[in-house]
């Protein structure tokens, strides 16, 4: 079972250009999520979606936009990146079905704003 | 705001037990996750309380206390690859996953 699928692993990219960071899940699940990971921060929510259609900001959400035509997929794009942008991204999932909140990971974007 | 306190970083010996604290100041709380991150990795699930008390699970437990809002995670026989960071998660009323900035577990031989 593949659960959770984020491309690319990693990415070097030019301040000032445009990039659509992609996340696919094959679990069914109707809720996904776009995190940031910085050193000492934590894990920041930037955009989420309850159910396909629909979606919804979170703490960080400037500078990103997502959308959800379909449960298994999540994009998250960078219109215009700026070096503050260089994080981890990680996309998650949870089934609202089951454990409340229980989320599964995909293995991370490790994006470089230069 | 909302808000979740756990060390930084915290050094064991193998074999031994370590007690990871965690505690929260949330709008509401549905619920207490724990996740092990390896470095450049991502969180996996460890746990999961809603209720008061001990939930154990092999040789990770996991302790809630509402009330105090207060949690930890108890870690027993160490082995060298529960060398990682560990995050508290809270869910809070608008069941939205707060996280705490995670603690990094460094195990020695």
Redesign the interface.
């Given at each position: 079972t593949a659960g959770i699928t984020q491309a690319p692993t990693s990415q070097i990219l030019a301040a000032g250009r445009s990039m659509t960071l992609r996340c696919t899940q094959d679990m069914r699940h109707n809720a996904m999520?776009w995190?940031r990971q910085d050193l000492?921060?934590?894990?920041?929510?930037i955009h989420?979606s309850n159910t396909a259609g629909t979606t919804g900001k979170?703490e960080v959400p400037d500078g990103y936009s997502v959308s959800r035509a379909n449960t298994d997929d999540f994009p998250l794009t960078l219109a215009s990146a700026v070096p503050s942008q260089t994080s981890v991204y990680?996309c998650a999932s949870s089934d609202?079905n089951t454990?409340?909140?229980?989320?599964?990971?995909?293995?991370?974007t490790r994006l470089t704003v230069v | 705001g909302q808000n979740i306190d756990q060390p930084t970083e915290m050094t064991a010996t193998e074999g031994a037990i370590v007690q990871i604290n965690c505690t929260y100041q949330t709008s509401g709380f549905n619920g207490l996750f724990w996740y092990q991150q390896h470095a450049g990795e991502a969180p996996t699930f460890l746990s999961y309380n809603v209720l008061d008390g001990l939930e154990e699970k092999g040789r990770f437990s996991s302790f809630l206390s509402r009330s105090k809002g207060y949690s930890y995670l108890l870690l027993k026989e160490l082995q060298m690859k529960d060398s990682a960071s560990y995050l508290c998660a809270v869910v809070d009323s608008n069941y939205q996953l707060i996280w705490g900035a995670g603690t990094k577990l460094i195990i020695k031989p």
């Open positions: 999520y995190y000492g921060l934590g894990l920041r929510l989420y979170g990680f609202s454990v409340a909140g229980k989320a599964f990971f995909g293995q991370g | -």
